[in-house]
């Protein structure tokens, strides 16, 4: 599944490419980078990252960026009455198209889709058990540039987990912009 995902991808990109050569560059196009506050509920756990993200802005409108997580603490679950399991984000990785609606120089809105892979770790007694799982992820969110290069990026991911009733995690996010 993980490879037709990947070769579906590479072809869309590799059609895409034609198009993006003879876009015109704007001062919006470019490298970016971001480095924020997270939050994770995934599930009963509500789970505090550190969440970085480099992306590139090919025009005014597309962009594509990948993500990385590290979890700062752990949240307690209830799983049975007066039984409480410890919860943490090991790490969590996702790649996105992004599309962006500039409203003025300094604001967009963006919306992404993209998919991920999230690993977290319970532990109850002494024994802990890790789970990772893949997901196709989407949100949006809006950015305030303060200059050119400088910035504040706010948003709302879904986190749709593979499988079976497999769940969801509601990541909120707040951080800081750089345009290279």
């Not at 037709?4 to 490298?31: E, K």
């Not at 500039?102 to 809105?109: A, H, K, N, R, T």
């Not at 919306?111 to 802990?128: C, D, I, N, P, Q």
Request: overall charge negative.
């Amino acid at each position: 599944m993980k490879s037709l995902i990947a070769a579906a991808s590479v072809a869309v990109v590799a059609a895409s490419a034609p198009a993006f050569a003879q876009m015109q560059p704007t001062a919006n196009t470019g490298v970016y980078a971001n480095l924020g506050y997270s939050n994770f509920g995934i599930g009963d756990a509500n789970i505090n990252a550190i969440q970085g993200r480099l992306g590139y802005r090919f025009n005014d409108y597309v962009g594509v960026e990948g993500e990385v997580a590290g979890g700062l603490n752990h949240d307690k679950v209830a799983v049975a009455p007066g039984v409480d399991a410890k919860v943490k984000l090991d790490h969590q990785e996702a790649i996105y198209g992004v599309g962006f609606v500039p409203l003025s120089p300094q604001f967009d809105l963006l919306g992404r889709v993209g998919y991920g892979h999230t690993k977290t770790t319970a532990s109850l007694g002494g024994v802990s058990a890790s789970d990772g799982q893949d997901s196709w992820n989407f949100g949006g969110g809006a950015q305030y540039k303060f200059d050119p290069h400088n910035g504040v990026r706010a948003e709302y991911t879904r986190q749709e987990f593979q499988g079976h009733d497999a769940g969801h995690a509601d990541v909120w996010s707040v951080g800081y912009n750089r345009k290279f």
